[in-house]
């Protein structure tokens, strides 16, 4: 069974800059999530997918960040413009249940 | 809000020894629970997961114990191995769709 997907794996730009990041989930999973990881922390929620609606977007920057789920399979998330502070890896996961979470490897995001 | 913590930060143990990793949650509320592991430039991997119905859970080489009365979790790894050695983050999940995680415990294991 392939894994969730993610790309690039890792991107630098310098700030005001912008940015996209793309997660094909695991076939079948309804429920997809994207989490921002600071080094050294554990990941936090940014948004939750149930199909091509938002279940949670509460912890979403919504004045720089964007996040979307056409056809309820594929996402992207946009950080437009970005700051030093979003330099972090940024994590895919998806869900068939919405409890055991599988996690791709990340897109690490350098903000200069 | 909620918060899932870790309690030490690093751990380091003798290749073969048992490794314990300890999470105390703040939402009694929290019904459901799941332990990760994260090796360096790759994404959490699913380990084992406990349900607040339940104190104990095993899986291979991996106990799950949860004490609901003091709000605690922890992982058990019998006989730890070099391949073990990543970050280990718990994770609750309280009522609603949102999990939220610990900072994570840097298991090293010392051959």
């Known amino acids: 069974e392939a894994g969730v997907a993610q790309s690039p794996r890792y991107k630098i730009i310098e700030k005001r800059q912008s940015v996209a990041f793309w997660c094909n989930p695991i076939s079948g999973h309804a429920t997809l999530y994207w989490y921002q990881q600071i080094l050294g922390q554990g990941p936090k929620l940014l948004i939750q997918?149930?199909?091509?609606?938002?279940?949670?977007d509460s912890q979403l920057p919504k004045d720089r960040f964007s996040a979307e789920r056409l056809k309820g399979v594929d996402s992207t998330l946009k950080i437009q413009p970005a700051k030093l502070e979003d330099s972090a890896v940024y994590l895919c996961?998806?869900?068939?249940?919405?409890?055991?979470?599988?996690f791709g490897p990340g897109t690490r995001l350098t903000v200069t | 809000g909620e918060s899932v913590g870790l309690h030490l930060p690093t751990l380091s143990v003798q290749e073969g020894d048992n490794s314990i990793i300890n999470c105390a949650y703040s939402n009694s509320a929290s019904d459901y629970f799941i332990w990760y592991k994260q090796e360096s430039g790759k994404g959490p991997q699913f380990i084992i997961d406990i349900r607040s119905n339940m104190d104990k859970r095993q899986g291979q080489r991996v106990t799950v114990l949860l004490n609901k009365t003091v709000k605690h979790l922890s992982l058990q790894i019998a006989a730890t191995q070099p391949g073990d050695s990543a970050v280990y983050f718990c994770?609750?999940?309280?009522?609603?769709?949102?999990?939220?995680f610990g900072t994570g415990t840097s298991l090293t294991v010392i051959p």
């Open positions: 996961a998806s869900s068939f249940s919405g409890y055991e979470q599988y």
């Open positions: 994770a609750g999940l309280s009522g609603g769709n949102q999990f939220y």
């Open positions: 997918f149930q199909n091509n609606g938002v279940v949670d």
